[in-house]
């Protein structure tokens, strides 16, 4: 397990090895010490060298001829070794983005299931026959676009990494992974494990760069997909010239998620949903419930129960067995996470809970902590209440009728995820219905499911995650005609 106090060198994965340090040096900085434990590797030629290795991996053998049953049994190979090392492999997403080793560990065998569900899905993702005459029927298949570049973000490299790997690899594509250049530990751990469950050379590759690198993966000649997951600015920048080319994009980008409770909700259970969605991995999920919308009649009684219940998460070093959360990732993070809130009590916001640099001893000054953080008296036009944060800030918001909440809910560019609170049946179809999201949870909240397809409304995203309807983003359709009677000559008169 890689400890901040370890030196190591990580450079591009490509065709089955690691290629020589050379290029640009990107030290890699603890998040809990801000210490440097690492350095990466931004090679100019990395990306050329990634990409003639995936285009030549995707038509030679074995891969281009295998069976979906036989990518089915490596893709189980594959969720296998990622199970049996979920603690090395936590140990390097927690480096990454500072969340505790507890959760990466757990967050790793999670991700292993991702491998097997796909593996199953291949046993029934068959061809569809349709009759087009009595003498001719079309045959309906979905083939591998060819190269896929899955562009990840540091708050779940592997974890992340693999809601694109695993369907691109299911549906025969050869992929490269370009996580961040701050965080490229275990996206190269898991293309090392990829090779040992037997996946062909070439066909899972990792470059180590940064925007520039990005977008010379978008528009490379070899590459047909782009599947990203990052900030909303960034994805329509990437998304424009990868459109350009006329290749596929998916994209899950920002999110402003609101959590609301209903006076008629269970108040002690959207307590814990709302603690445990907004400041799980230290709030750096694009599905944090971080804007809290709370009916009047309650507001009160809910304020007082969430401090209580926030004030219980326990900050520390991710190694600790008793730490809830760690730090934010870096310190770029950390100085917008501090101006956020700043800036809102200027506006006249009001901190009731954290807002402050925990102190955790002398070994830990250096790191990017955050205390969980509440904020009160916020009005809709603040930034706070606007734009994503990205860390374990959350305001309370007072509203008064339904439609209100509504209103509240969708006034934001982002439409990744929402949450309610109720006993009425007929109000959980009208609001689900109403709110302007990729999912809705009723009485729970950040209940992701490797079934249940994943994905935004407007500024949060293009296409869909997870489920069986990610296989059809990473594949192509094609119509097979064949007439099976004689040819009729419409000319012959």
């Known amino acids: 397990m890689p400890t901040s106090s370890q030196q190591d060198n990580f450079t591009s994965y490509i065709a089955g090895v690691a290629i020589p340090p050379a290029g640009r040096e990107i030290p890699l900085h603890d998040p809990s010490t801000g210490a440097v434990w690492a350095t990466a590797f931004v090679s100019d030629d990395a990306v050329d060298l990634a990409t003639t290795s995936a285009a030549k991996a995707f038509v030679s053998e074995p891969w281009a001829s295998m069976t979906g049953y036989e990518r089915g049994a490596l893709l189980r190979k594959l969720g296998a070794l990622i199970a049996a090392n979920a603690d090395r492999l936590g140990a390097l997403e927690s480096l990454a983005n500072g969340k505790s080793h507890a959760a990466t560990s757990a967050e790793m065998k999670a991700t292993a299931t991702w491998y097997d569900y796909y593996a199953s899905a291949l046993d029934t993702h068959d061809d569809i026959l349709r009759t087009v005459s009595r003498t001719a ?18 708050n779940g490299a592997l974890s992340l990494g693999s809601w694109k790997l695993a369907p691109a690899l299911a549906m025969g594509n050869a992929v490269i992974l370009k996580p ?5 530990g275990s996206s190269i751990a898991l293309a090392e494990l990829a090779i040992a469950a037997g996946f062909p050379v070439g066909i899972v590759n990792v470059v180590i760069g940064d925007a520039i690198a990005s977008e010379a993966l978008a528009t490379h000649r070899h590459v047909q997909m782009v599947s990203f997951t990052g900030s909303t600015a960034t994805a329509k920048v990437l998304g424009a010239k990868v459109a350009a080319g006329m290749k596929r994009f998916v994209c899950e980008a920002g999110g402003k ?17 709302a603690t ?20 009047s009649e309650i507001y009160d009684t809910f304020v007082e129960r969430y401090i209580a219940s926030v004030s219980r998460i326990r900050v520390g070093h991710p190694s600790s067995p008793r730490a809830h959360i760690g730090p934010v990732a870096n310190k770029r993070q950390y100085e917008r996470i501090s101006g956020f809130v700043s800036e809102a009590v200027e506006a006249g916001a009001r901190v009731v809970l954290g807002g402050q640099k925990p102190d955790l001893g ?36 007072r509203f008064e009728s339904e439609d209100e909440a509504i209103s509240m ?48 409304y407007k500024q949060s995203g293009i296409g869909r995650e997870n489920g069986v309807e990610a296989m059809e983003e990473f594949s192509q359709i094609k119509a097979i005609v064949v007439e099976h009677g004689p040819a009729v000559d419409p000319f012959s008169n």
């Open 137 to 154: 029927d079309a045959r309906i298949v979905r083939e591998p676009l060819g190269v896929v570049v899955a562009i990840t973000p540091f």
């Open 180 to 184: 961040p250049a701050e965080a490229p």
């Open 257 to 273: 998620s609101a959590h609301i409770v209903f006076a008629d909700g269970d108040i002690d259970g959207a307590v814990i949903a």
């Open 276 to 295: 445990q969605g907004a400041f799980s991995g230290s709030g750096q999920t694009c599905v944090a419930g971080s804007r809290i919308l709370v009916q």
């Open 362 to 397: 002398s070994e830990l000054a250096g790191g990017y902590w955050v205390q969980p953080t509440v904020v009160l008296d916020v009005s809709g036009d603040m930034r706070i209440c606007r734009e994503e944060i990205f860390g374990p800030v959350v305001t309370v918001q």
């Open 409 to 456: 809910a969708n006034g934001v560019e982002y439409g990744l995820a929402a949450g309610f609170w109720t006993r009425d049946i007929g109000r959980v179809r009208r609001v689900s219905r109403q709110l302007q999201a990729g999912t809705v949870w009723v009485n729970t909240y950040r209940a992701i499911n490797l079934r249940v397809p994943f994905g935004g």
